[in-house]
């Protein structure tokens, strides 16, 4: 069941990510729904190892509509990706993890040769972009909440991949939330990137399993 750090550490989380994008969130049979509101789902329900009884429960409110989202975080998710799940309920993601680093104030490394780089703002999102020509390299966005840093969205283009990109890219997006203040990043990794940010130093918090309806 839920740890109270576990608890404070998603709250964080979504916190800080739905402040950066703008969501709005309301609440679900007590857990989070947050108003996503993009092509791949309307919203998505966030609960913190509830246990595998009331996560069954839960799946009744994406079963057969494949809009919404359930996402479960849990030290280990294994029993709720075993368990019985009901009809209309399919896995979308079960390989993303939520990771956290207390952040410094490391050098910002230089630009990498033959790119240009480009700083946006819009609204509570910060994006900083590598440009090769008039094409994207890598990009990655971070947006504040308090002492919150949240990192979204952060790829290096296929055609980029194996340069150090991304690399570069979460160390400059960190020196840029440092210097606004912010101490602590939260981000919700992929398989592939979970991998790049352990060897910056963030660490894994969570797994994180998300179901949709089918």
């Known amino acids: 069941m839920v740890t109270d750090t576990s608890q404070q550490i998603v709250d964080q989380w979504l916190a800080a990510w739905t402040h950066t994008r703008d969501l709005t969130t309301s609440r679900l049979d007590g857990w989070p729904l947050v108003h996503v509101a993009e092509p791949s789902r309307e919203t998505e329900l966030v609960c913190v190892d509830p246990g595998v009884a009331t996560w069954q429960d839960l799946t009744r409110h994406v079963a057969g509509d494949p809009r919404v989202m359930l996402t479960v975080m849990a030290h280990d998710v294994g029993p709720y990706l075993t368990a019985r799940r009901r009809d209309g309920v399919r896995v ?17 490394p230089a630009l990498p040769d033959g790119l240009t780089s480009r700083w946006d703002l ?36 296929p055609a980029f991949q194996r340069r150090g990109l991304g690399r570069h890219v979460m160390a400059v997006l960190t020196a840029q939330a440092h210097g606004r203040g912010a101490s602590l990043g939260l981000l919700a990794a992929s398989a592939q990137g979970r991998a790049l940010y352990t060897t910056l130093g963030w660490r894994t918090r969570l797994e994180m399993l998300s179901v949709m309806g089918a």
């Open 122 to 157: 819009d609204g509570h999102r910060t994006t900083y972009t590598l440009e090769s020509g008039d094409a994207v390299a890598a990009v990655g966005t971070v947006g504040i909440l308090g002492d919150v840093a949240t990192f979204d969205r952060v790829e290096t283009m």
């Open 92 to 108: 979308d993601r079960d390989d993303e993890a939520l990771m956290s680093v207390r952040l410094d104030d490391s050098p910002v």
